[in-house]
């Protein structure tokens, strides 16, 4: 029988996934909507997380374990990792664009500039 703490961070990743993409989505802000990215971002993480969770299993370290104990994906881990890595990367970048654009065309506002390349 499945208890409600095993469903909490999938409820988690969900409730964190529509905020971040309402507020991508009703963004009038360069800066606002990198940020919503980031909380959207971190719902990945999180359901990385929760996917190679296993309650009352051991660290991945198979040096002197056996066989039948039960231990941590170490996959998940690895790519929770890799994606924290590459999302600080892609934050970085989107923030040098938007601090460029708001140095050369002096506006943050997705739909200002949409109307100064026309």
């Not at 997380?49 to 881990?77: C, K, N």
Request: aromatic content about 8%; glycine content about 6%; proline content about 4%.
């Amino acid at each position: 029988m499945t208890e409600l703490t095993d469903f909490l961070p999938y409820i988690v990743v969900v409730w964190l996934a529509i905020i971040g993409l309402y507020g991508m989505a009703t963004s009038g802000n360069l800066f606002h909507l990198i940020m919503c990215l980031c909380v959207f971002q971190s719902s990945i993480w999180i359901l990385l997380l929760s996917i190679g969770y296993r309650r009352e299993a051991t660290a991945p370290i198979f040096d002197d374990v056996s066989p039948e104990v039960s231990v941590i994906d170490p996959v998940m881990q690895a790519l929770s990792l890799t994606d924290i890595v590459v999302g600080a990367t892609i934050v970085a970048i989107l923030l040098t664009i938007a601090i460029q654009v708001h140095k050369r065309l002096g506006t943050l506002d997705p739909n200002q500039l949409n109307s100064i390349q026309k």
